[in-house]
């Protein structure tokens, strides 16, 4: 299978890259870079020296891809230019940004401030979260890998969510983030002076363009609106997410009973560890595995989920991949473990 990737010197770039060379069925044949053009992918990261030596090509390449599927790493609102004519090119897409998450073009708007042009695929899409939409992304040619914190978020509540343990609408969520969540073009907020030592939240409530990613994907899930708080923050380490959910529990159930539901909804998903013990992302760090824990706050109506993934695999490029596997039929472990 022969595979492309538009703007591989992000870093969910070259993750993929990272995957894909221990990948037995993927032949990396196309590597764009508007910032590198002209330059080894290795010398670019050096790390790769004697494993992958191409030369990156411009994105205009793009337009005559001899290539089976496409993983575009690039910002939103760029990929939904780029996106239709590759479909229309009978390529297979797994678009890392934002641009195809959301189910319409108003909710796009609403949460990225710019009016879809691409519209039409919206409804075509699948949701690359392979625990809960697996069946669209076997069929599909353009999935919409998501958000790192919705995957987060979305695996640790899934089981409550659907077995009606907790109100939908009262759930607040407290999530960490390491600094390559915000991407590598450098910027002040990143800047390693600023980072280091210090913790902070962003975009608390409402506003963080994640929330409604979540909300779209629990509520798909329960069939009635989840309403969620968030309040995300900034942690001085390179990779990793831990989120913590505070849910209000409607029954009256143990830790263990819990744990018990976790155990038997994700028995079989080969991604997701549920952990009698608390997540920590360091044993997630560099894989694909999202570990989830849940604990009853004893004498209160509370339960917390917890989930800890690496923001660059199960959080993007590992989830690329096992997508990209789903998509073609194949093992959907490849290249992953
Ligand atoms: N980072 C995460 O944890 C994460 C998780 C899930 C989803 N995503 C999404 O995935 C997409 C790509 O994210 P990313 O984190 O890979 O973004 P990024 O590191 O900021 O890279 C984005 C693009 O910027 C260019 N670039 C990289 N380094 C640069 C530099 N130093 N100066 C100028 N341009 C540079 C690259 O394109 P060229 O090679 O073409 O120049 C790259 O494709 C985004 O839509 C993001 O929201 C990210």
Redesign the pocket.
Known sequence: MKVAIW???????SELVRYLVRHPEAEIELL?????AGRKFSDVFPSFRGTIDIELVH?SELESPEVDVVFC????TEAMDVVPGLLEKGVKVVD???DFRMRSGKEYERWYGVKHRAEELLGEAAYGLPEVYRGKIKGARLVA?P??YPTAVALSLAPLLEEGLVDPEGIVVDAKSGV???????SLKTHFVEVYGDVCPYNPGRSHRHTGEMEQVLSELVGRPVRITFVPHLIPVDRGILSAAYVKLTEDISTDELLGIYEKRYAGEPFVRVREDLPHTKDVWGTNFCDVSVRRVEGTEVAVAFAAID??GK??SGQAVQNMNLMFGMDETLGLR
């Open positions: 703007g591989v010197t992000g870093y969910t770039g764009t870079s508007e910032s590198s994105p790493c690039r910002g939103h890392l940004s934002a890998n958000g790192c390559s969540g915000a991407g590598r073009r450098p923001n660059l959080g993007a």
